[in-house]
């Protein structure tokens, strides 16, 4: 195996987000449009399923961060969906409120949201550059 191979990324495995509560960022998520692919209460930890790949949010306790973004800057992570304006609807309804209303960028849409710990996650569409979309 060459240096290069050794190195090359393949992928994403998990994006790592911490929580001050397991079930209640469970909760959270899942009222989001996340489903629960396993749970390992023991470790402190939960997988959420994003799309039909294995890798997805990584929940992870941490003890005493409260309902408070962590004391670190918070990325953004943005996942695709079909239609970012009327996934923001969909938030509404399950009591999962947007940042802000529906920002249109360069490919399509983009409707963000945050934990109660701070993590934001977006949900973008290609819409406007359908060629770059994903397709089932």
Same mark, same amino acid.
């Given at each position: ?9 393949? @992928?994403?495995?998990?994006? +790592? ?15 989001? =449009?996340?489903? %629960? @692919?396993? /749970?390992?209460?023991? *470790? @402190?930890? *939960?997988?959420?399923?994003? @799309?039909?790949?294995?890798? =997805?949010? +990584?929940?992870?306790?941490?003890? #005493?961060?409260?309902? /408070?973004? &962590?004391?670190?800057? !918070? &990325?953004?992570?943005? +996942?695709?969906?079909?239609?970012? /304006? !009327? ?5 509404? *309804? *399950?009591?999962?409120?947007? +940042?802000?209303?529906?920002? !249109?960028? !360069?490919? #399509? ?12 996650? #977006? ?8 060629? %770059?979309?994903?397709?089932?």
């Amino acid at each position: 195996m060459s240096d290069k191979e050794s190195y090359e990324l393949l @992928g994403f495995d998990n994006v +790592l987000f911490p929580v001050g509560d397991l079930d209640e960022a469970v909760d959270f998520y899942q009222r989001a =449009g996340f489903a %629960l @692919g396993f /749970r390992l209460d023991e *470790a @402190g930890i *939960a997988i959420l399923k994003v @799309g039909k790949e294995t890798p =997805g949010v +990584l929940l992870r306790l941490e003890e #005493g961060l409260g309902h /408070r973004p &962590p004391p670190w800057g !918070s &990325p953004r992570v943005w +996942l695709e969906v079909r239609d970012a /304006r !009327s996934t923001a609807d969909a938030l509404k *309804a *399950a009591d999962v409120q947007p +940042l802000d209303a529906p920002l !249109s960028v !360069s490919t #399509g849409w983009t409707v963000e949201f945050a934990d109660p710990w701070g993590n934001v996650i #977006g949900f973008t569409d290609y819409s406007k550059r359908p060629e %770059l979309a994903r397709v089932d």
